[in-house]
């Protein structure tokens, strides 16, 4: 079992910065793919960004790349987000979550934290 921990959303004028953390509980943090995902209201859950296992490869969605960051500390069982250059569509709750397949999908992954609120004004 696992269970995740968001933290570190809030608003943000468009252009600026935040970081979210996720912290997980459980003993075989290591073995899972950790990804954020993001929901604005009235949309689907969508992908953000994936850090797979310990091996550190990362992938993100086309609408983030080069604006955010994704990484993780396995010592602190931690995943972080770096977000830089915040625009409004930015705005929405975002996901920490594990999952022993991982990838771009929602199907991929075992355990979701509650969610952080991001909000970006124009």
């Known amino acids: 079992q696992v269970q995740l921990v968001e933290s570190g959303g809030g608003l943000v004028q468009a252009g600026g910065s935040l970081r979210l953390s996720c912290t997980a509980s459980g003993r075989t943090f290591t073995t899972y793919a950790m990804a954020w995902f993001r929901q604005a209201p009235g949309k689907e859950r969508e992908f953000v960004a994936v850090n797979l296992r310990s091996g550190g490869m990362t992938d993100y969605a086309d609408s983030v790349k080069g604006r955010f960051t994704i990484s993780r500390d396995n010592a602190w069982k931690t995943v972080s987000l770096q977000m830089n250059s915040l625009k409004p569509e930015d705005t929405a709750v975002y996901y920490c979550?594990?999952?022993?397949?991982?990838?771009?999908?929602?199907?991929?992954?075992?355990?979701w934290g509650q969610g952080t609120q991001v909000t970006v004004s124009s």
């Open positions: 979550a594990a999952g022993s397949r991982g990838g771009v999908s929602r199907d991929g992954y075992d355990y």
